[in-house]
């Protein structure tokens, strides 16, 4: 075989990575285009799925075979809890999010199926399923803010979005968490492949239907 784990689970979760990473969202997003409730609405609810990430992080830590990979983890829950989380407050403050949508909003749908496959995974996966699930969500995003042009739009909200996805650290830790998942993964006998696999395939599923709950049109 020559491709790497991580390019046979790409593969087989198509088509809905590519509608993933070419979502009319993200389209609507590079041109400052994304209606103000979308964008509201999508953070809110945002919020929430970064709670069940940032455990999904902690439980990558406690399952990782090794310190070094403990000591990179680590350094991305540092920007989950700092950089992307003062996003989070500038941008509800300017979209004037009150308390009760910023700490317990009414859940739709797909955050609370991408909770459940988060927390499942937490209570009863693998390290290469945890790492399958959180490779999802940063490489979906990774390729998406990729494709913005260089111009960045005008609002912060949007603007600040993009760029937390598509910094040169972002690309090394996407880098590193395929390589990880890579590595773990030549480990595999076939049946804890496929297990990978689904819960790959079952992530991807949830980023298209996190970005279609607020794309209505
Ligand atoms: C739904 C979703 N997926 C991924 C990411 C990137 N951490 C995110 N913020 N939100």
Redesign the pocket.
């Known amino acids: 075989m020559t491709d790497t784990f991580t390019d046979w689970l790409r593969a087989r979760s198509e088509p809905d990575w590519t509608a993933t990473v070419t979502h009319p969202f993200t389209e609507a997003l590079f041109e400052g285009l994304v209606p103000t409730g979308n964008m509201r609405s999508y953070l809110v609810q945002?919020y929430q799925?970064?709670d069940d990430?940032l455990a999904l992080l902690g439980s990558a830590v406690a399952k990782a075979d090794r310190y070094s990979s403990r000591l990179v983890l680590s350094g991305a829950i540092g920007v989950v809890t700092n950089e992307e989380n003062t996003y989070f407050q500038r941008a509800f403050d300017a979209l004037g999010v009150g308390e009760s949508d910023r700490v317990h909003p009414a859940l739709d749908e797909a955050t609370l199926a991408?909770r459940e496959l988060m927390s499942d995974t937490n209570a009863r996966g693998s390290y290469p399923e945890v790492l399958a699930v959180l490779t999802v969500?940063?490489w979906?995003?990774l390729e998406w803010a990729m494709r913005a042009p260089a111009a960045p739009p005008e609002n912060f909200v949007h603007a600040e979005w993009i760029a937390l996805?598509r910094n040169p650290d972002f690309q090394r830790w996407v880098t590193w968490l395929c390589g990880e998942l890579d590595r773990v993964g030549a480990e595999l006998d076939e049946r804890e492949r496929a297990r990978c696999l689904r819960i790959f395939q079952q992530a991807t599923r949830c980023?298209l239907d996190?970005f279609n709950a607020h794309w209505k049109v």
């Open positions: 945002d799925f970064v990430f991408f969500a940063e979906t995003y996805h980023e996190f």
